[in-house]
């Protein structure tokens, strides 16, 4: 098990960046694939991004492809996700998650963190 913990949310107008990190706990945390989750108000949670345990592979949502990058540090304990070209339709909760699985074209993951609030402003 890891303690997830994220940061660097805020608010942001159309076009910027920012880049969201995940710290975790414990000394498992290169045991994990790792993601990022995001839930608009109103709305379901969906996927983002994923990353391997390695760093090697990583998966992305069409909708973020190309604008989001998700990396991690295992010498840190630590997965980012640098997002640019931000728009308002990216407005939403943003949930670090860890031991990030798929089947059948759903993701979801094993542990989560708390959350923090991206805002995209027009």
């Known amino acids: 098990q890891v303690q997830l913990v994220e940061s660097g949310g805020g608010l942001v107008q159309a076009g910027g960046s920012l880049r969201l990190s995940c710290a975790a706990s414990?000394?498992?945390?290169?045991?994990?694939?790792m993601g990022w989750f995001r839930q608009a108000p109103g709305k379901e949670r969906e996927f983002v991004a994923r990353?391997?345990?390695?760093?090697?592979?990583?998966r992305y949502a069409d909708s973020v492809q190309g604008r989001f990058t998700i990396s991690r540090d295992n010498a840190k304990n630590t997965v980012y996700l640098q997002m640019n070209s931000l728009k308002p339709e990216d407005t939403a909760v943003y949930y670090c998650?860890?031991?990030?699985?798929?089947?059948?074209?759903?993701?979801?993951?094993?542990?989560w963190g708390q959350g923090t609030q991206v805002t995209v402003s027009s």
């Open positions: 998650a860890a031991s990030v699985t798929e089947v059948g074209g759903k993701y979801d993951a094993d542990m």
């Open positions: 414990g000394r498992t945390f290169n045991s994990y694939s």
């Open positions: 990353i391997s345990r390695s760093g090697v592979f990583t």
